[in-house]
């Protein structure tokens, strides 16, 4: 490969919550056992290049004043998209700049909702669109996610559209590629889902921040690309941190076709002064979308597809009783450990505490709306990976 994705690159010290935290308030790791972070989405990974080059060169030149975005910011958004995901047609005035993805979920539906009103969104959950839309005094109304015969996770349409009706709903949050299952949707499944929507006269926030993490032969359909009508009942989200390793640059866009939600959108965001680019996270999506970041994004997804497979054949061959359904995209595994549990008369908390303790750093699922699940990011080196595994199979899943 070109890009190397081996090195082991120590973040003490260095600002990186994923290698300083854990998150459980009573598990330490023991003596004897070094940190693998596997929980928050944050890579263990150094950008590409292009990334660091662009805002050095920007650093250089010693005055950061007040600024405009560049075309090129725009530029590199519309050639990024055409590119990565087949959007034609996409143009500056319907790209607007946030400082989070979250952050425009919540102006979106500030927008389209009243306070206390209900939102659909598909349990499991990414758990902060739990926390945003509690906090935003939003009702929150789950429509659980199905596994098939082959364990893949699918809309439950029927569950669906009976609580649209019944519960008078006109919001949805669809996330896409979903988080925290890995699915990378089909394009029938978008049509129907956008059928619904449309019969109900539900507007849709669309979270496609992981749409640049496709694993396989996935491909990522934008939603607003499956009709007119979605097009225009959509306001879509998306950010080059989860490709690029640029959380703490802070800095995601919108995209939005309808001019009335558009100006909304924009005027709710404007209104705490607080929203607005920095110049040097503008320098970072121009470095990360450009031909280099491409190329980097395309050795990416085949690290963590293998990764991916390595992770999911090893708990099937060693963890019985662990089920996990194989991501299509993102780089988190979300594992189901009920049937575990019930056999070895433990609970989720003691096999995460388990886990902590012999340094495998993994999160809760019980926020995610998995009774008994945890969440585990698999993109770091593969060496530590291996080590990971090893951990859980000697030390807790035993």
């Given at each position: 490969m070109k890009y190397n994705f081996t090195d082991m690159i120590d973040r003490h010290g260095k600002d990186a919550i994923?290698?300083?935290?854990?998150?459980?308030?009573?598990?330490?790791?023991?003596?004897?056992?070094?940190?693998?972070?596997?929980?928050?989405?944050?890579?263990?990974?150094?950008?590409?290049?292009?990334?660091?080059?662009?805002?050095?060169?920007?650093?250089?030149?010693?005055?950061?004043?007040?600024?405009?975005?560049?075309?090129?910011?725009?530029?590199?958004?519309?050639?990024?998209?055409e590119m990565r995901n087949g959007v034609q047609g996409l143009t500056k005035e319907c790209i607007g700049y946030e400082n989070g993805v979250l952050g425009g979920v919540v102006s979106a539906l500030n927008v389209i909702c009243s306070k206390g009103d209900k939102v659909l969104l598909h349990s499991p959950t990414y758990v902060g669109f739990t926390g945003s839309l509690e906090n935003n005094g939003y009702d929150i109304v789950l429509s659980?996610?199905?596994?098939?015969?082959?364990?893949?996770?699918?809309?439950?349409?029927?569950?669906?559209?009976?609580?649209?009706?019944?519960?008078?709903?006109?919001?949805?949050?669809?996330?896409?590629?979903?988080?925290?299952?890995?699915?990378?949707?089909?394009?029938?499944?978008?049509?129907?889902?956008?059928?619904?929507?449309?019969k109900y006269d539900v507007m849709v926030v669309a979270d496609e921040i992981w749409s640049d993490i496709i694993l396989g032969d996935n491909r990522h359909i934008p939603v607003q690309?499956?009709?007119?009508?979605?097009?225009?009942?959509?306001?879509?989200f998306y950010a080059p941190s989860k490709t690029f390793n640029l959380a703490g640059m802070i800095g995601s866009y919108h995209i939005i076709y309808n001019k009335w939600l558009r100006d909304r959108v924009l005027k709710e965001s404007s209104l705490s002064h607080y929203n607005s680019m920095n110049v040097l996270s503008m320098y970072a999506l121009i470095g990360a979308y450009s031909k280099e970041g491409a190329e980097w994004a395309d050795?990416?997804?085949?690290?963590?597809?293998?990764?991916?497979?390595?992770?999911?054949?090893?708990?099937?061959?060693?963890?019985?009783?662990?089920?996990?359904?194989?991501?299509?995209?993102t780089y988190m595994l979300l594992l189901d450990c009920s049937k575990w549990c019930a056999e070895h008369e433990k609970t989720i908390d003691e096999i995460q505490k388990a886990g902590v303790e012999v340094g495998v750093i993994w999160q809760d699922g019980r926020p995610f709306h998995s009774a008994c699940g945890i969440r585990m990011n698999l993109a770091l080196p593969k060496a530590r990976l291996v080590e990971a595994m090893e951990r859980l199979h000697k030390y807790v899943f035993v």
């Open positions: 994923a290698a300083e935290v854990i998150p459980y308030a009573d598990a330490q790791v023991k003596e004897g056992f070094d940190r693998i972070p596997m929980w928050i989405a944050d890579m263990s990974f150094a950008t590409v290049p292009s990334v660091p080059e662009k805002i050095m060169e920007r650093t250089a030149h010693a005055l950061y004043g007040y600024f405009e975005p560049k075309e090129e910011y725009y530029n590199a958004i519309i050639r990024w998209q659980p996610l199905k596994q098939d015969e082959n364990g893949v996770w699918r809309m439950d349409f029927e569950d669906m559209e009976a609580k649209l009706r019944e519960q008078s709903i006109h919001a949805a949050i669809f996330c896409s590629p979903h988080n925290p299952c890995g699915r990378v949707w089909e394009r029938w499944e978008l049509e129907r889902a956008m059928e619904l929507f449309q690309s499956v009709s007119e009508d979605a097009r225009m009942r959509t306001a879509a050795e990416l997804r085949q690290v963590l597809q293998e990764n991916v497979t390595y992770a999911c054949d090893y708990i099937d061959k060693y963890f019985p009783g662990v089920s996990v359904a194989r991501p299509q995209g």
